[in-house]
């Protein structure tokens, strides 16, 4: 089967999908391909959901100008797409006075990126806001936030959908061609061909292998296209600790630094991380999503340091995260983003090594990515773009009660709990397995309605949602798969109906 | 709002629930209305499906359903009112509930409450085993539930972490249904599963016990688990080096501890006990809430299922006295604490006195001691027991206590 | 010749019981040490020689509430035979409705024992 698109994108995670909603307001076939069995499932689902101040950035970088002005974006943004967030601000805190010139060069930093309204702030003021709190000094950035990123990631991914942009999910890239009409041609995993004038590569921790497959292995800068993956490990605390930490908490980072050292961010979602740590893992394996032995134990101890009163009940989950850093080990550090038409391959865009702050930036990111588009195809805004989605931001049990008995009379099916730590009904459930993408595994169920996702870690759920998925929708136990084709939940049936 | 009121809130339609609404109805209450979040009656047993269940209430070893029915056709008889298919949101100090059910949400005024919510399972989080996440690992209860109400086999080649009675009767019942049973590990140097079913469930099949063992690692990096790492363990539980080996394996099931429910406890700010992570009660099962009861699995977790149903009918019994005004309320009560060789006590408080019933697990297994309940100096009772094991609650009758001539009670082994 | 520790279930006081014995087709209890009572010699040279099992399963059941009912032995059969008797409960199809106490199976490969329901299975409403 050969299709045909104005624009292709490789790759669903939250950059990649903020580009095809962006484009989507204008008159142009667009694209999107995705190896895995759903949007966001590398990266974007694996990451502290952050949205960062800016502060961290040198002036001038690509990271520093996008993270501001993508942050800004993110208000209207959010209330749009109807995605929870809440600006909970951020300390980052100088310790002692060894900090203190770590501090300096941040604020200067901040100021020469025009991050809005920060300031310096004492012990003293720094209790007001966080109690109990350690440091000296600390910089506060009122515009940091917490926001869901796989709950962006699916919403940006379903308005683009609904807003014409198609989807091809387990679609993984195999070749990229340019033909002689300067059409590319891209042929995937599962048999299928595309056309595209234009080709945007927002693969993430598979872009330089895109970008490979295209022939291009340099930047427009002569760097060296190489991936190198950087895991970060996380536990998740559970909710019942919802309200100890009232902001972000992080400390001031050191050069070297891989990344932003391990802190505790409280979730949109009530919960808390602890982590990420960040450790070079083999290029060769850039999914390799384990979570070890020795980083568990450095997470539980700063948990324990951290959070006195913590109890080993309290650890509810691990999960991982790799950053595409195109930094190598032995420098360390970040690099900043590539995001560019390339040189030797006209009308084909890479977006390479958009790790932190790559959530925050992601609408910045599409705008700059639809202005190099703007170069090839005109951009005619659409009469019918559907900029709002329906529904409220967050879950059911966020609304009050008198919103809640108002729902459950024009929805029955808001009153029946799935999930009981999260309070998650099956109204909610059933439309995440009603998603318009048309991903049916039991992560998609979960990443969009976020049963499962509480202290007893799907042990209530499960056989409610295998009972549903059988009843309602006619799964055999071959059908349920957890996430990435070959991850079956079952083997069968106990004993077999009629012969 | 809708607003109803009633006079016996009961939370949850499992052993516990059922026993202390048939307790409640025959005390006298007759505004009971008993609150189950499934479609069925039952709460656990319903997916219990082996038998030994009532050896001791019925003197029949039934199974798990079996049981259930017998108080179920009890409170039918006795036509209690039931509001199936609704959870319990939340629960107020002022004894206020909030309820959901389908195409319904409501408030529930009661002047009395039994907390019988039962408990979950530890899962592998909470063990922050290393390793990818796979489809594949479970917990056993999870699976019970697939397998026994689902028709649904999880996997065809198994390991087990955890020798839990879960675990055990799990392994039996996946092996019969054709699934290999690799092993059972267990992180402690003795089984926390009845020796009836060590013999019943793994040496009858050949299963393997591997002691002092634990899962350090689990292996599934393309989607689906492929086996695990297990080492032996030290006396602090520390994976010895040197005795790392992989066990090939497409299914792991957890059996590794059971938590009482607690959230709407806690939510309504009612005092626990640290230890048995339930409610601290006393002697009627009363928490430091009046009004507030609690009993089964939700107070602490029981091994035997006619246990519960005993401690239940004290609650249900208790409850309904309180409803009529005829249940103390404040005066002197006496604390109750666990001694030497024994992990808690349950009631963690005497206020009445009258038959007075105390549940206690020791520390390690023993075997050849003797039980005392003491006050201070004087030994009040004592007992002499051949077998002690933490996995089997023991109960001592106390009878009539005259709680005005003592001080505190300590029950210890020795 | 093979040593072997019980622990006796036959009541509360779990006697560890050490016997020596003959293994083979037909194992031949030798000797018995530390039982307290008759009941548990008795009950560990049945174990020895003929250990005797119930266990539980399940059927398939159609137009029922449950998709499988529960069932389990009345009497126990002996060990050797168990996978016998689960083959000849797995052939059976069972229709609701359906009540605790049904007997589904009687004498199971050639043993004494019935199988009965144990969970009850109203018709299907829909």
Known sequence: MKYRFNVLIIGGGVVGNAIARELSRFRMTVALLEKESDVGMETSCRNSGVLHSGINYEAGTLRAKLSVSGNAMMDKLCSELKVKIKRIGKLTTAIDENDLPGLKRLMEQGTANRVPDLVILNNHEMQKIQPGIEGIAAIWSPTSAVISPYGLTIALAENAHANGVEYFLKSEVLTVKKDESGKFTVTTSNGEAFSADILINAAGLSSCRISGLAGVNEGNNGESLKIWPCRGEYFVLDNRLDGTLKTLVYPVPGAKDAGLGIHLTPTVDGNILIGPSAEYIPEETPEDYRVTAPVLEDLRREAHKLLPDIKMSDFIRNFAGNRPKLTPPAEGGNADFIIEETKSLNGFINLIGIESPGLTSAPAIAEKVRDIVSKHIPLEEKEKFLAECSGFAGHFSDLSKEEQERLIKLEPEYGEIICRCEKITKKEVRDAIENSLGARTLASIKYRARNGMGRCQGGFCTPRIVRILRDEYGFTPEDYVLREAGSNLFTGNVMKGKD | MIREKHDLVIIGGGPAGLAAAAAAKETGCNDILLIERDRILGGILNQCIHDGFGVHAFNEALSGPEYADRFIQKIRGLSIQVMDKTIVLDLSKDKVLCVSRMGEIKEIKAKAVVLAMGCRERTRGALAIPGHRPAGVYTAGTVQNLVNLENIMPGKHVVILGSGDIGLIMARRLTLEGAKVEAVFEVLPYSSGLQRNIQQCLEDYGIPLHLSTTVIDIYGPKGRLEGVTVAQVDDERKPVKGTERFVSCDTLLLSVGLIPENELTREAGIVMCDVTQGADVDDRCMTKLPGVFACGNVLHVHDLVDFVSMEAERAGKSAALYVAGKLAISGKEIPVRPGKNVRYVVPQRIKQGDEVSLAFRVTSPMRDRIIEVCDGGSVLMSRKEARMHPAEMVWVDMGKLDIGKIDSLEVRVR | ?126
């Open chain 3, 1 to 126: 010749m093979t040593e072997k520790e019980f622990i006796c279930v036959v009541c509360p006081n779990g006697c560890p019981i050490k016997v020596r014995y003959e293994e083979g087709n037909s194992p031949k209890l030798i000797s018995v040490e530390g039982a307290r009572c008759p009941r548990g010699k008795s009950w560990v040279k049945q174990e020895i020689e003929n250990p005797m099992r119930t266990f539980s399963s399940s059927v398939i059941v159609s137009g029922g509430d449950f998709l499988e009912v529960s069932v389990r032995l009345t009497k126990p059969v002996p060990l050797a035979k168990i996978f016998e008797v689960v083959a000849e409960i797995k052939k059976i199809r069972l229709s609701a409705p359906l009540e605790i106490g049904d007997v589904v199976l009687s004498n199971p490969a050639g043993t004494e024992t019935e199988v009965i329901v144990t969970r009850n299975v109203p018709l299907n409403a829909k």
